[in-house]
């Protein structure tokens, strides 16, 4: 699988250097410092074409134009591109739309929400798979009730799931042995408000793999999958990109117990949805 990364913000290094991810992904990763980079960047890879398809409506056949985006080398394969993290890529645009003193003018706050947008729009029609990683905050509504929303200044972060056919936010789960696991949730809920999974297929909460997202894309017949994933910092975020090759998946087993006179055993196995379940068996 050829992955291309885009680095905003040094988090590669939690995949290891970039000759390292090269290897493993395919393609190198790149590091626009600037908003106006990454739109050049992207635009020397891309095209935008438009097709005419032959649609049936009933006995009528209908010529529909269609604008499509791919890759200006027809023998350059991307299965997947990664922005890590849209928040800030919305950030370096925003700095550019400051005055001396840092402030933004009233009227830039739209222009910021229209510009996101179109950015957005751009990067989900995208052939493939399209990853955006977020950081998130918490937000205290006027009801009192706590959202963790996506860290974007302006009115995007309230509707910017619509692009998306997955939104996991990022979560950890703290065992009392003192290890740490992070899972994605997927189910809508007051405090993970744009969470969400078009295929209606994933448990609310699942191991931070990419290989059970994309089967369920696959089973639904989505040509690729759209995710954003939205997670303070440290949460696997960036880390959870290794899933996206099968290869780098680690397959856990559970060892059989040693077997005494008299004693009772516990074997723990996780199901589906990552959850432990004891089982205990007593041998005589």
Same mark, same amino acid.
């Given at each position: 699988?050829?992955?291309? *990364?885009?680095?905003?913000?040094?988090?590669?290094?939690? $995949?290891?250097?970039?000759?390292?991810?090269?290897?493993?992904?395919?393609?190198?990763?790149?590091? +626009? %410092?600037?908003?106006?980079?990454?739109?050049?960047?992207?635009?020397?890879?891309?095209?935008?074409?438009?097709?005419?398809?032959? #649609?049936?409506?009933?006995?009528?056949? #209908?010529?529909?134009?269609?604008?499509?985006?791919? +890759?200006?080398? +027809?023998? *350059? @394969?991307?299965?997947?591109?990664?922005?890590? @993290?849209?928040?800030?890529?919305?950030?370096?645009?925003? &700095?550019?739309?400051?005055?001396?003193?840092?402030?933004?003018? $009233?009227?830039?706050?739209?222009?910021?929400?229209?510009?996101?947008? &179109?950015?957005?729009?751009?990067?989900?029609? *995208?052939?493939?798979?399209?990853?955006?990683?977020?950081?998130?905050?918490?937000?205290?509504?006027?009801?009192?009730?706590?959202?963790? $929303?996506?860290?974007?200044?302006?009115?995007?972060?309230?509707?910017?799931?619509?692009?998306?056919?997955?939104?996991?936010? @990022?979560?950890?789960?703290?065992?009392? %042995?003192?290890?740490?696991?992070?899972?994605?949730?997927?189910?809508?809920?007051?405090?993970?408000?744009?969470?969400?999974?078009?295929?209606?297929?994933?448990? =609310?909460?699942?191991?931070?793999?990419?290989?059970?997202?994309?089967?369920?894309?696959?089973? =639904?017949?989505?040509?690729?999958?759209?995710?954003?994933?939205?997670? %303070?910092?440290?949460?696997?975020?960036?880390?959870?990109?290794?899933?996206?090759? %099968? @290869?780098?998946?680690?397959?856990?087993?559970?060892?059989?117990?040693?077997?005494?006179?008299?004693?009772?055993?516990?074997?723990?196995?996780?199901?589906?949805?990552?959850?432990?379940?004891?089982?205990?068996?007593?041998?005589?």
């Amino acid at each position: 699988m050829n992955i291309l *990364l885009f680095d905003l913000e040094n988090g590669s290094k939690s $995949l290891g250097n970039h000759t390292h991810i090269q290897k493993e992904f395919g393609l190198p990763v790149l590091s +626009p %410092s600037t908003f106006d980079q990454f739109n050049n960047v992207i635009g020397q890879i891309y095209e935008i074409a438009n097709e005419e398809v032959d #649609v049936k409506v009933g006995n009528l056949t #209908v010529k529909e134009n269609r604008t499509v985006i791919k +890759p200006k080398d +027809p023998q *350059l @394969t991307i299965d997947a591109i990664v922005v890590d @993290t849209f928040s800030e890529l919305s950030k370096k645009f925003q &700095r550019s739309l400051c005055d001396n003193e840092g402030m933004m003018k $009233l009227n830039s706050w739209g222009k910021l929400k229209n510009k996101l947008d &179109r950015v957005l729009e751009y990067i989900t029609r *995208l052939p493939g798979v399209v990853i955006c990683n977020c950081h998130a905050k918490m937000s205290t509504m006027d009801n009192g009730e706590s959202k963790m $929303l996506p860290y974007i200044d302006g009115s995007t972060k309230e509707d910017i799931s619509k692009w998306f056919d997955f939104v996991l936010y @990022t979560k950890t789960i703290n065992y009392p %042995s003192g290890e740490n696991k992070y899972v994605w949730h997927t189910g809508h809920t007051s405090m993970y408000d744009h969470a969400k999974d078009r295929t209606q297929l994933l448990d =609310r909460e699942i191991d931070q793999n990419y290989q059970t997202v994309l089967k369920a894309a696959n089973e =639904r017949g989505f040509e690729g999958a759209k995710i954003l994933v939205i997670g %303070s910092p440290g949460t696997g975020k960036t880390l959870a990109l290794r899933t996206l090759n %099968s @290869t780098n998946v680690e397959t856990k087993k559970t060892s059989k117990p040693k077997v005494k006179t008299k004693a009772t055993t516990v074997e723990v196995t996780t199901n589906g949805a990552g959850t432990e379940i004891p089982t205990t068996t007593t041998t005589v």
